[in-house]
């Protein structure tokens, strides 16, 4: 039997003896990839998830610069609290209740949206206490603990004034009245609104996923990346290439992935099969950074 390729993980392990085309198919395929700052988040929000109900539920605000990875990890934990059916009741349960605000959210699209989500169909004749009324009733039947409403800047930089206003004072009640916890994510923009929102300021904690920097973390980031893709020989990157790497992605984990993907292509296609410093240095700023 042939040994197994330690320099990848063992999930990515038998794919490196696949043919080319294969094998760049792969790099391009979605994989969640840990890293130390989503472990912390996905222990909060797993926390959240088991706090007992009560009237002031706690909520959480995930901030971060587009393309740092808040759906990827909201995602992540949904994946582990997905609807299940309930033999002894006969129903399913949907213990999270996940959603993206879209643009220009109004309390009748919420509503719409979170039935949608739920599978419930929606007569557009329906009037929105109507609506209220369904949702208050299922959720509760449903077991749900958890609002997951991820783009929740679309709430504060696309809406009227009094939309925004009815929503985030909606948002405020639903979670109290059905005593599920709330959990948000967004850009800065989302924070510093929340942050105007005195009632909602004062009950949720924010979660920042910052730019990476060159530290041992992202060191470790990039590691993780390039053990995520079928390559047949081990890549090693020196200091200066790690430099090089926050300073052509502006530090934004959307752009790491890319680079190293595309850096994994490259080696395929040419043969050499790894990634070194030199490739990483070659790489220009300008262009790279500008493309995410
Ligand atoms: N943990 C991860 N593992 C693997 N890839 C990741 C991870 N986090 C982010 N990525 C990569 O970065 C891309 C962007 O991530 P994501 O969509 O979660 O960012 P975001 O913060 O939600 O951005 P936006 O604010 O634009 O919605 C993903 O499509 C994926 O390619
Ligand atoms: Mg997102």
Redesign the pocket.
Known sequence: MAAAAEHVFPEIADLVTADVETRVRAIHE??????PR?KEVLSKLERLFDYPPRSRMPCLLIV?????????????FCRQHSAVWDPDRNCERTPVLSMVMRPQPTIRRFYAQILSVLGVPVVSSASTIVMEDRIHRLIPKLGTKMLIA??IHNVFTASRGADRDALMALLRTMIGELQISLVC???NEAENAMLGDEQLASRYESLH?PAWTPTTEFQGLIGS?IR?MPLQLPSELNALAIRHMVEITQG???????VV?DLAEEAILSGVEKIDSRAVLELPLAPRAAAA
């Open positions: 979605e994989r969640w990839v840990t890293y989503a971060g610069r587009p393309g740092m990875g808040k759906t990827m990890l909201l995602e992540r991820d783009e994510a967004g850009t996923l990346a995520s934004v984990t959307a752009r790491v992935f890319r993907a």
